[in-house]
């Protein structure tokens, strides 16, 4: 069973309403081919990127989150 290794992941901890961040995740998958990659807050996902779909990314409606 293998897993990802050197995975940092850069988020604020707190951001003022109407600022703009950038959520980062930095991995190290060791040549295998990515999977997926899903951003949430709380049980509600709002962002997936996955290479092997068309389109490689959807964004899910969330109150107070717009993804560009």
């Known amino acids: 069973v293998g897993g ?3 995975v940092a992941v850069t988020v604020p901890i707190a951001v003022t309403p109407g600022d703009t961040v950038t ?3 930095s991995y190290d998958l060791e040549g295998d081919p990515l999977y997926t ?3 949430y807050k709380g049980r509600q996902e ?3 990127y996955v290479p092997k779909e ?3 990314t959807r964004v899910f409606p969330l109150p ?3 993804v560009d």
């Open 4 to 6: 990802l290794r050197n």
């Open 23 to 25: 959520l980062r995740c």
């Open 64 to 66: 107070g989150i717009n």
């Open 46 to 48: 709002f962002f997936r």
């Open 54 to 56: 068309l389109p490689h």
């Open 37 to 39: 990659v899903k951003w």
